[in-house]
């Protein structure tokens, strides 16, 4: 089943490039069916394109701590709470400002 919703995100997301919210569907997918590379690609290519994404910059931050890249996962997780901060956004900026803490 998976592999068959990755498919249509894909399709969707090649059918709708500027979609931040299927890019971020497409993202997750990656990640939940454990390709992180290009789920951190991915985010990467979300957060380009839409810089107020703020859920990116946290999803994309875990990614990389999944994948032992702490010092680029500190460097999301700062440009995330600047996003959240841009918009308003307490919840999120908490959120990523609590990964980043327990990162140490």
Known sequence: MSSTRLETLKGLAEANPSDSFVRYGLAMEYRNTGDL???VREFRALIERDP??????FHGGQTLEKLGRDEEAATIYREGIEAAERKGDRHTRDEIQAALDLLG
């Open 52 to 57: 107020n994404y703020a859920a990116a910059y």
């Open 37 to 39: 590379e290009s789920a």
